[in-house]
């Protein structure tokens, strides 16, 4: 019986201190999320026609409703995490738009494009595996244009 006690104890505080178990959506951010992954598929279509790929996408949800993303801009204003992640995917269409060396090295290097949050100071551009992890930042402005040219470095 001390077992189940002790096991149970042991759940609670993994989930309490690791945060294990992620809360479920509110309506709300299901509908503002449904409208986002929508915005982001749209990016990835488009990005896979212009590369001739089968890239995917995630997004860390949890980590950006944890956010008010109501206030979160730099002027304390709402922000679209369908704009953010759907830039970081636009940089990677654009790169093979724009050159025939560019869309061999998205085609070599790019399997899947992962998004999330990351806080103020945070944003950065990863490529490891196949993955081109996107960290936002909300205090820095959504460009594709400057995301598309900092992973050409990474390339």
């Not at 989930?15 to 990835?44: F, H």
Request: charged content about 20%; overall charge positive.
């Amino acid at each position: 019986m001390s077992h189940k006690f002790l096991a149970l104890g042991m759940v609670v505080l993994a989930t309490g201190v690791y945060g294990l178990a992620a809360a479920e959506p509110t309506l709300a951010q299901k509908g503002t999320m449904k409208a986002w992954q929508e915005q982001i598929d749209g990016q990835l279509k488009f990005a896979n026609d212009n590369c001739g790929t089968k890239i995917t996408a995630t997004v860390d949800w949890d980590a950006f409703f944890k956010v008010d993303l109501d206030k979160a801009s730099k002027s304390g204003g709402a922000v679209s995490v369908g704009q953010y992640c759907g830039d970081a995917i636009a940089a990677v269409s654009n790169l093979c738009t724009i050159s025939k060396d560019g869309k061999e090295a998205v085609t070599k290097h790019i399997t899947s494009v992962a998004c999330k949050y990351g806080g103020p100071g945070k944003r950065s551009i990863a490529l490891a595996k196949g993955v081109f992890t996107f960290t936002v930042d909300f205090q820095v402005g959504s460009n594709s244009v400057d995301i598309r040219q900092d992973l050409a470095k990474k390339m």
